[in-house]
Every structure is written in structure tokens, then in C-alpha cells.
């Protein structure tokens, strides 16, 4: 753990170079060796329609998203992890912790998946993970994730992972030139536990 948290203050976050694991996936920070495999990835009609990835996605923008993703993390903002296959071997998706509000001490998750590792719960394994590490490793207090309404396979992963529906927050973001509804769904310390 980091120490006890100074609410208000933004700090860097701890870099993940030892992957957090379950035993069936794991999660490290994103190196320049994931790129070829980052591609094809991210060049995918699912996630273009639901992130804010860039399309075509090419080998310039992975470079771009590694380096804002290490000046997002000394910054506190927040951190970027691969999510890998549990013997490192296999890039499945990503996974974002984005930190909300250090007063709060809340975040907010972002992920995907690749096509080929959909279906094997890989978003709900890498939410629990993510959500553990920042609970206890950030002294988080709430952990979000908002999804688009009908990004069904997003909502029911943050419901595997044992995240609460909460409502719907209405026109509250912008993707690509439109403005979107969003379900909050949201993790308290401990419940994850049970």
C-alpha cells in the first residue's frame, strides 16, 4: 500500500511492473513490445464504436497512447494496463484506472477486449483485479464505471465483476462528436469481497 491516503493530494501512481494476477489473466503496464499486437486490436468495430479510440488505429497512435499514458500516471491522473493471457504471453485487452477526484478518493474504470478473447470473461476477471489493486493499493474509496446503454456485454461484465447499477446520467458524454447517456455502475471497499 502506498501509505495512508492525503486526501487532496495528488500523487503519482505506483508503476505496475510485477503483473497483478488471478491465475487466469494478468495485468502490467503497457510496453513498447505490445504494439504489434495493440494494433489489430484496437482496429476492431466494437471498439471504435464505443471508445474514443482512433480509426484506423496504427502504430503512430499506440506510441502516442504510451507516452501520455506514462505522464497520466506521474501526474496521478491515472494508469494504463495490459491485459494479458496468465503467462504473459497473450495480449487480450486493456484496462484503464482513471483517477476522478483525489478528495474523493474515487476512479473510474475503462476496458475493452479484444475480439479473439471475448466470451471468456476476461472484462470482469480485469475489473475485480483492477478494482482490488486500487482499493487497497490507492486507498480508493468508490470505483465507477459508466457505459454506454447499449453496450450490453460492458454492462454485464461491470455485473459479473459484483459492480451496483446505479442509474442513468443523462447527455453525459461526448464520443466522437455525440453526446451520450451513460449507466453508472459503482464498487465500494469490500464488496467485491463477498
Keep these: 500500500m502506498m501509505g495512508a491516503p492525503r486526501l487532496g493530494v495528488a ?13 487466469e489473466i494478468a495485468m502490467r503496464e ?58 504473459g504471453s497473450e495480449l487480450l485487452g486493456s484496462m484503464s484506472v482513471r483517477i476522478a477526484s483525489w ?6 474504470l475503462g476496458y475493452l477486449v479484444g475480439a479473439h478473447a471475448r466470451g471468456r470473461g476476461v472484462a470482469s476477471r480485469a475489473i475485480r483485479i483492477a478494482s482490488h489493486w ?14 454506454h446503454p447499449e453496450n450490453e456485454p460492458s454492462q454485464r461484465a461491470a455485473e459479473k465483476a459484483g459492480f451496483k447499477r446505479e442509474g442513468i446520467l443523462r447527455s453525459y ?4 462528436s455525440e453526446r451520450f ?14
Design 134 to 147: 486500487g482499493f487497497r493499493t490507492l486507498g480508493l474509496e468508490r470505483i465507477e464505471i459508466l457505459v
Design 30 to 87: 503497457f510496453r513498447r513490445a505490445d504494439i504489434p499486437a495493440m494494433v489489430p486490436m484496437l482496429d476492431d468495430e466494437p471498439i471504435v464504436r464505443w471508445t474514443r479510440v482512433p480509426h484506423p488505429y496504427g502504430e503512430r497512435d499506440a506510441l502516442d497512447y504510451l507516452a501520455r499514458g506514462d505522464a497520466e500516471r506521474e501526474r496521478g491522473e491515472g494508469i494504463n494496463l495490459a491485459v494479458l493471457s496468465a503467462d
Design 103 to 108: 478528495p474523493d478518493l474515487r476512479a473510474q
Design 11 to 23: 500523487r503519482p501512481l505506483p508503476r505496475v511492473d510485477d503483473p497483478l494476477t488471478d491465475g
Design 173 to 176: 458524454t461526448r464520443v466522437k
Design 181 to 194: 447517456d451513460m449507466w453508472s455502475f459503482s464498487a465500494l471497499p469490500g464488496e467485491l469481497e463477498r
